[in-house]
């Protein structure tokens, strides 16, 4: 009997994504016997290059956190952290990752997750990874390193601010690795890495603009999240990454050239009705199902914000192996919920027009303020901007409790109806010869 996972449909570069991330969990389970130190440090503005340059293996919470509920172990996670005393209200990423701890700290693939020797916060755009971080060293006893990143308020990176970055890399990150690991800093080794990023990250950026193309040969959102996966995480600057990226362009390139679109699980997808820019984090518990409430009814994301929380790359940036240290603080503070409201709000305007969207749909997600805070603003604004319609739905991260299937399918339907009847709005209006705007 063949099993509903077995029958999921992936992309070819999906399955060789699938391998690196259990070739990396391996080492973790056995991170002891290999003589390796292991990082506890979250996406974001990860540090993966100078982590690679130390020949240590990284964990980042988060991503256990929503494996885990993608595999439906979230939700007992979440109870044992609730009966500890955190609150409902409290992000739902951590008390997933505190539960796993308590209930033995295996990791998503069933394999066991070493206990961090060091504790790396590089980015606090986020305030909750700061108490987040307390937690955890309340739990391991190790030493923490915090990376202070400044936020763009004013919307833009001064050099002030990078100098402030880098002096914090010279005077305690890179010491504290040195502390860690017994070994001097090698820069040389860090620019490898570095050039490796570059080329990869050319590659995830031909793949993301491909959904300029009619119709697009991806999902940005669903499918954008396999997408990233390597490039914001433990691979970036290596090998592998570079091979699998120079893999994944030859894939979505083949489907342009054919005119096909993205992969779905259930097959590829059909003709394509909606073209949607989303703002917000998926929800892992369901993110199946949701998948196949846009796919169903021919809507494909052409862009989306949260596939750019761990770099903003298709605005240009690349990791410098010309001047490392610098780049890594651009790197840094150069993450999408580190940017002010004006500039997301110039962002989802830029993405709404330059792929031709329909509109733009929000996830509010419960748990996550660094998200959710301010996105009826931009949803209100850009309707003023571009004319298009933009939609609202709600749920969380990693909790099953706050996603209702009904509610959040008749809402994506409601929405495309509007879409509809604003075509037909616009398109009544210009068989009278009136002056139709977008």
């Not at 449909?9 to 130190?37: N, R, T, W």
């Not at 693939?109 to 700061?130: A, I, K, R, V």
């Not at 009705?273 to 494909?300: D, Q």
């Amino acid at each position: 009997m063949t099993s509903e996972a077995d029958a999921i449909q992936k992309e070819p570069s999906m399955l060789v994504q699938k391998a690196m991330i259990a070739e990396h969990y391996e080492k973790l389970a056995h991170a002891k016997e290999l003589g390796k130190k292991v990082v506890y440090t979250f996406v974001p503005g990860n540090l993966t290059e100078l982590m690679n340059a130390f020949d240590v293996l990284p964990v980042y919470p988060e991503i256990n956190a929503l494996s885990s509920a993608m595999r439906q172990k979230a939700g007992r996670y979440i109870a044992e952290a609730e009966r500890l005393g955190h609150s409902e209200d409290v992000c739902t990423y951590v008390k997933c990752d505190i539960g796993m701890k308590r209930q033995g700290n295996v990791g998503p693939t069933g394999q066991p997750l070493p206990p961090p020797d060091l504790l790396l916060l590089s980015y606090t755009g986020c305030f909750t990874f700061m108490k987040w971080f307390e937690l955890l060293r309340e739990e391991y006893g190790c030493p923490v390193v915090m990376l202070h990143t400044p936020y763009q308020g004013d919307g833009e990176i001064t050099d002030n601010m990078r100098r402030y970055v880098v002096e914090q890399l010279e005077r305690e990150v890179i010491p504290a690795f040195e502390r860690l690991t017994g070994t001097r800093y090698d820069e040389d080794r860090l620019k490898a890495a570095m050039a490796k990023s570059a080329q990869a990250e050319d590659d995830m950026v031909a793949v993301l603009e491909s959904a300029k193309h009619r119709p697009s040969p991806i999902d940005a959102y669903f499918g954008g999240v396999y997408y990233i996966g390597p490039m914001f995480t433990a691979f970036r600057g290596t090998a592998g990454a570079a091979e699998y990226y120079a893999q994944l362009r030859r894939e979505v390139g083949g489907r342009v050239a054919s005119g096909e679109g993205p992969i779905t699980p259930e097959g590829p997808m059909g003709e394509q009705r909606y073209r949607l820019v989303v703002e917000g984090p998926p929800n892992w518990t369901n993110f199946r199902e949701l998948w196949r409430m846009f796919h169903e009814e021919g809507a494909v994301v052409v862009a989306s914000s949260y596939t750019k929380v761990g770099g903003f790359y298709d605005q240009g940036f690349r990791h410098d192996a010309s001047r490392p240290l610098e780049s890594l603080a651009d790197y840094c503070m150069g993450c999408y919920t580190n940017r002010s409201l004006p500039q997301r709000l110039d962002l989802l305007e830029r993405y709404v027009r330059d792929y031709e969207a329909d509109g733009l749909l929000i996830n509010s997600v419960k748990s996550c303020n660094s998200f959710s805070a301010g996105q009826l603003l931009l949803l209100r604004e850009i309707e003023k901007r571009t004319g298009r319609p933009a939609g609202f739905i709600e749920t969380d991260l990693v909790d099953r409790r706050y996603f209702s299937a009904a509610n959040v399918k008749n809402r994506i339907e409601s929405y495309l109806q509007m879409i509809g009847e604003k075509r037909r709005s616009r398109g009544a209006r210009g068989a009278r010869g009136e002056e139709v705007r977008p």
